[in-house]
């Protein structure tokens, strides 16, 4: 077996035991990795009865052939568990180091089981897995956790570790991964999971080789492609993910003010160009990545100082900054290093305060249930203040950390109009009446409202990818093959997060889907070709479909909130149109063989293997 | 024309500059005339691609992108900003 150990590691913390599980290669064929054999696992291993902060819930890190492997943005794993936040298909995927390290270990994927009867911590090594005592971190932010963590194990290691509001199971809650570079799994509330296992942190450090079916021939087309994929990525990795937000806001994808505006001058204040010329002091990349579109920022002075850590990107400043309105570029990183160490998802936070400021405005919230806090927009000190309010669960802000859904429903009144989600969870930075296929897509994404599930409003813009059908970038508003479009790009997303390799490896067409097949099978030593390949990705997309199926997911909830649907932006230049759901819902299902409420069909499962589901 | 420059490329040209047009052009010839005015542009005026362009440089007119063959008139405003992918 090549590209693989073949191994997945399965703890039980109830019983603190730990088996080795050997993986089937026809499995492996099959699924691939990451979002795949995760997938599947978690299919047939809960049930709709599953608690998702119970023991019998599920949490894994499943790697692909890819990682620990010399392929540029690969140093990444999948994350997945039934979420604390929608109730549906919980999954991140995450970079960083912990992937390279942990497959170093031996093992390929790992799924965690039971509950601690206290909290511990997994140390994983070369020599298998140990279970150690956390109480004496349990209650420390995740910074100062991995800092202790380390030096118990390995300083080489990296700590996939939650703060306070995990171990609390706020429904927000991340698992930061901290190595050299802070990454973090943050959608879907997985660190509300870890914390309900009692499981303070996952620690991995290995050194064993990983098999390559023609390791020379991959060293020859990877030492061939790096110049242009470091070309290609130049921009991107100098300003960082954040680099053109005056560009996002000109073209109308940019969210301001809780998708209620269409135009905001602040928007230049916070931009990774502002962030280059003022507290940048470095740039941070996850291992074997050329691109670097980590950041470095160091704050000496002023209320927020001092900070050293981590810098905001772009979907972090868009929820936080944008979607609340707050132009200071300081704050904004404040709240956003605030999040990794209490370990909550940054595009979450930002989307609940920006619901909760709507709601201070028409005066579902007072200044009672704010403790005193004038939650008005713009206030850089009060999103600050509420973003501690969420990750110690004080006052309102243990209410905001069970997402705006559910504070929208607890608050009553009108506020369910203005609590912006999809199946329960806050979009991303990217607004839907920009780019119609971002709205197919959030509307259709297995974990809610999620760009990177298709990650294609660049191919609305100027990406383009023949081999796969995409001749050439779509326009953003064409309703006709829109579909079609966004089912392939999703179907992509999902073989790529199976493999597993970064979205930015597209930036520039740095690296084409031709380019990831050819890797594949030099790794594998299968002899797959693109139809196939994109085949597992289509595969994995109606997998994860039929997990939420089993739920009750249907038309009914693929649908974008009102606002979405209803609300015309205005402002100078603005190009601005409003979704048809219903139209390219119908046209997405169809395409897809699904029924028109949207339940993939028998014999769509059929063609895909998948007939046992 | 009015052309108006942010972030670093502001730094390259200047804030804002006008280009008197008798005829439309390409915007890749747009491009090649700022590479003319400005050195700093050499590298964008001999891309082929727009994804090759996108992911160093973007070219909006009324709220929409430019592609390199689109062309652009006399009455036309473009901002030439950073481009931006997300997270």
């Given at each position: 077996m090549f590209g693989y150990h073949g191994k997945l590691l399965r703890v039980d913390l109830t019983q603190q035991r730990a088996e080795v599980e050997d993986l089937d290669p026809k499995l492996l064929e099959k699924y691939v990795g990451g979002a795949g054999i995760g997938g599947k696992i978690l299919y047939e291993e809960?049930?709709?009865?599953?608690?998702?902060?119970?023991?019998?819930n599920l949490l894994m890190a499943v790697t692909g052939p890819y990682t620990g492997t010399a392929v540029p943005s690969s140093s990444r794993h999948h994350m997945m568990a039934r979420s604390p936040l929608t109730g549906f298909l919980g999954e991140s995927n995450v970079g960083g180091s912990w992937a390279v390290h942990f497959k170093k270990t031996g093992f390929d994927g790992i799924v965690i089981t039971g509950k601690s009867d206290h909290p511990v911590y997994l140390w994983i090594h070369d020599g298998g897995v140990e279970f150690r005592d956390a109480r004496t971190i349990w209650g420390k932010d995740s910074y100062e956790s991995a800092a202790i963590l380390k030096s118990e194990t390995s300083e080489k290691a990296t700590a996939a570790v939650i703060g306070p509001a995990g171990e609390r199971l706020a429904r927000v809650a991340s698992i930061p991964h901290i190595g050299n570079i802070v990454r973090a799994a943050a959608r879907t509330g997985l660190g509300a999971v870890m914390g309900s296992k009692n499981l303070k942190a996952m620690v991995a450090y290995g050194t064993k080789d990983l098999p390559l079916a023609e390791p020379d021939a991959l060293q020859k087309a990877l030492r061939a492609i790096l110049p242009h994929v470091r070309k290609a990525t130049e921009t991107f990795g100098k300003y960082g993910t954040s680099g053109g937000i005056d560009n996002y806001e000109k073209i109308g994808n940019f969210p301001i003010k809780n998708w209620r505006e269409g135009r905001w001058a602040g928007a230049s204040k916070i931009s990774g160009v502002a962030m280059h010329d003022t507290i940048l002091t470095g740039r941070k990349a996850c291992m074997h990545c050329p691109i670097a579109c980590g950041r470095h920022i160091k704050v000496t002075e002023g209320p927020y100082a001092p900070m050293d850590c981590e810098g905001p990107e772009y979907e972090s400043i868009g929820t936080l900054g944008g979607l609340c309105l707050v132009d200071d570029l300081v704050a904004v990183a404040k709240a956003n290093e605030l999040c990794n160490r209490y370990g909550m998802d940054t595009i979450s936070v930002g989307g609940i305060i920006a619901f909760a400021m709507e709601a201070y405005e028409k005066g579902v919230l007072t200044k009672k249930d704010t403790d005193g806090i004038e939650l008005g927009w713009g206030s850089g000190k009060a999103l600050v203040e509420m973003v501690h309010k969420m990750g110690k669960g004080e006052g309102i802000g243990s209410l905001m950390t069970e997402g705006s859904k559910r504070m929208a429903e607890c608050l009553g009144r009108n506020a369910i109009e203005f609590a912006i989600h999809v199946k329960g969870l806050e979009p991303s930075a990217h607004d839907p009446r920009r780019f119609f296929s971002q709205a197919l897509s959030y509307g259709t994404a297995a974990r809610g409202a999620c760009h990177n599930a298709s990650w294609s409003h660049p191919y609305e813009l100027s990406l383009y990818m023949p081999e796969i059908g995409i001749p050439e970038a779509q326009d953003p508003y064409r309703i006709e093959g829109k579909a079609e479009f966004t089912a392939k790009l999703q179907d992509l997303m999902c073989v790529m997060d199976a493999l597993i390799i970064c979205r930015f490896s597209q930036v520039g067409k740095a690296v084409t889907v031709t380019n990831q097949v050819d890797w594949l099978n030099m790794i594998t030593g299968w002899e797959i070709d693109i139809p196939e390949y994109m085949k597992v990705g289509e595969r994995i997309f109606n997998l994860k479909r039929m997990y939420n199926t089993r739920l009750g997911v249907s038309r009914k909830d693929d649908f974008l909130p009102y606002r979405f649907m209803t609300l015309d932006r205005t402002g100078e230049d603005l190009t601005n149109q409003l979704p048809p759901m219903g139209r390219l819902l119908s046209d997405y299902y169809s395409y897809r063989k699904w029924s028109e409420d949207g339940i993939p069909t028998p014999e769509k499962l059929k063609e895909l293997g998948l007939d046992e589901f | 024309m009015v052309i108006k420059f942010f972030g670093p490329f502001e730094k390259l040209a200047e804030r804002e500059v006008k280009i008197e047009l008798k005829e439309p052009i390409s915007t890749q010839e747009m491009l090649q005339m700022l590479a003319s005015r400005y050195p700093g542009f050499a590298r964008y005026s001999v891309t082929k691609h727009d994804a090759e362009l996108s992911a160093h440089v973007m070219l909006i007119r009324n709220g929409a992108p430019l592609k390199l063959a689109d062309k652009v008139e006399d009455k036309d405003c473009i901002n030439i900003l950073l481009p931006v992918v997300g997270g």
């Open positions: 809960t049930t709709p009865s599953t608690d998702p902060l119970g023991p019998e | -």
